[in-house]
């Protein structure tokens, strides 16, 4: 059997979706920025003071841009069913299906779920997975449970890097095999990885070309068992 389809681009989505037609992809999961937040912070989490202590520094991008209207048509125009995380900041009214990520953050400071809208249904759905700093679920199945083994969690990108798991329940839950998917704002990467893991064909954009480096060398790593090292490319068998 062949490899699913797995093609990024280092584009504006919007130049990208002028040219598809409509209803040409399954389903479109997209993350785009709401406000500019984090990455104008240059680190996740709190705001910069000569006392506070960076956890975790991200370069900052100038390319990300809070969508319009015009994005979110595009993207219904595009596609037959459609994921669009962050819709309760956007000025936009989008069909009443729900879904709601729940973090599992505790006392966290960082808000306790992520709300998506969808018209894949009219009803609400939750998934639970922790995601809180080095706090991560343990499995799509157990991800209310912290991953015990710290070396096993997924190494953040991305200032609002979602994980995989997350993903990988939507592609579990509402994707067949061979079936297209677009994520408009690709950002870290991790649907594409759930998305080649599940042999779904899969497109993204991304328009920072930071980001988008940083993406595709996850990915290779990820997925492919390949590595860039000193300029020399290895797999995973090479290295021992």
């Known amino acids: 059997m062949l490899p ?8 504006d989505c919007m130049e990208y979706m ?14 785009p920025p709401y406000f500019s937040g984090p990455e104008r912070r240059a680190f996740y989490g709190k705001a910069v003071s000569t006392t506070s202590v960076a956890r975790k520094q991200y ?3 100038d390319k990300w841009k809070v969508p319009t209207a015009e994005v979110f048509d595009e993207i219904r125009r595009i596609s037959k069913h459609y ?29 306790d779920c992520e709300i998506a809208a ?13 995601w809180n700093g080095m706090l991560q679920g343990k499995s799509i199945a157990e991800g209310h449970i912290m991953q015990g083994d710290k070396s096993k969690n997924e190494f953040r990108i991305h200032p609002t890097q979602k994980p995989v798991a ?31 893991r599940m ?30 090292i000193n300029g020399r490319t290895v797999t995973q068998q090479s290295l021992f």
């Open 199 to 228: 042999g779904i064909d899969f497109y993204g954009c991304e328009i920072d070309k930071t980001y988008f480096d940083a993406s595709q060398k996850r990915f290779l790593k990820e997925c492919l068992g390949v590595e860039v």
């Open 118 to 130: 969808t018209n894949l249904f009219d009803s609400v759905r939750m998934f639970r997975f922790m």
């Open 166 to 196: 997350l993903y990988g329940w939507i592609f579990q839950n509402y994707c067949r095999g061979g079936q297209k998917v677009l994520d408009t704002h690709l950002g870290s990467g991790s649907s594409r990885i759930a998305a080649y």
């Open 83 to 111: 994921i669009v995380w962050g819709c309760n900041y956007f000025d936009y009214v989008f069909d009443h299906g729900r879904i709601v990520w729940d973090k599992c953050n505790g006392n966290s400071s960082f808000s």
């Open 4 to 11: 699913p389809c797995s093609e990024v681009f280092n584009m």
């Open 18 to 31: 002028k040219s598809i037609p409509d209803k040409y992809f399954d389903l479109i999961v997209a993350d």
């Open 59 to 61: 370069p900052v991008s």
